[in-house]
């Protein structure tokens, strides 16, 4: 069973600091998706990453997946509060998420 | 945009109740999932639906829960006699695919119910 980790488990930054935040496995990943979970909704897949050293972006945020595919990295540049909740990473290929890193980012 | 919608939002029920959670998938999807959220916490799968059967379920899933698709649109999540430790949010997801040929499975989560146990 893969076990995944992610760290850190709280963040809270000011508005415009840089942030990283991690996901590891246990056992190589065939696909990793990052999702957000914003206050009250449900979570949204932000992206799946594939290929080992691949990164990927999306507007302020830097998704990095290991050369090795067991672990990802998910920066955010100039952090705005829009971009609090809680960030999960998951096994593309099935159903578990990882416990989260929940930021909050203080006007 | 397609999304899944969940009913009701909000639930709050006696302990020992039982309790019928409801969800309309996206309409060309083939997989559905029911995912558990006690506040403050992770995210927990607890069941995966397909092609009429439960495929997948995890240690959570035991003989208290059930789900169901009554007809062609719904997907239900069953709690019998419900306990304190039940409440929750409980969300409801869908994907078109299991991601085994496409590489990855990307999951369309609904709002979610809310569910107070008293």
């Known amino acids: 069973t893969q076990l995944l980790e992610q760290s850190p488990q709280f963040l809270s930054i000011q508005e415009g600091e840089n942030l990283t935040v991690y996901c590891n496995s246990s056992?190589?990943?065939?696909?990793l998706q990052w999702y957000r979970q914003e206050p009250g909704e449900g979570p949204v897949l932000l992206v799946t990453?594939?290929?080992?050293?691949e990164v990927k972006k999306l507007k302020r945020l830097t998704f990095q997946f290991g050369d090795a595919r067991k672990d990802s990295s998910l920066h955010i540049t100039a952090a705005q509060p829009g971009d609090t909740g809680l960030y999960l990473c998951?096994?593309?290929?099935?159903?578990?998420f990882g416990p989260g890193t929940r930021l909050s980012v203080l006007p | 945009e397609p999304e899944v919608t969940q009913t009701p939002s909000h639930q709050v029920t006696q302990m020992g109740q039982e309790v019928i959670l409801r969800c309309v998938p996206i309409?060309?999807?083939?997989?559905f999932y029911w995912y558990r959220q006690i506040l403050g916490q992770k995210v927990e799968f607890l069941v995966s639906?397909?092609?009429?059967?439960?495929?997948?379920k995890s240690e959570i899933f035991d003989d208290q829960f059930s789900v169901e698709r009554p007809d062609g649109s719904n997907f239900t999540l069953k709690i019998r006699s419900t306990k304190l430790e039940d409440s929750a949010m409980y969300f409801c997801?869908?994907?078109?695919?299991?991601?085994?040929?496409?590489?990855?499975?990307?999951?369309?989560f609904g709002a979610g119910s809310r569910l107070t146990v008293l």
């Open positions: 997801a869908s994907s078109e695919s299991r991601g085994a040929l496409s590489g990855a499975n990307v999951l369309t």
């Open positions: 056992s190589v990943f065939s696909s």
């Open positions: 990453v594939v290929t080992g050293g």
């Open positions: 998951k096994n593309g290929q099935n159903f578990v």
């Open positions: 309409s060309n999807h083939l997989y």
């Open positions: 639906f397909y092609n009429n059967e439960i495929s997948e």
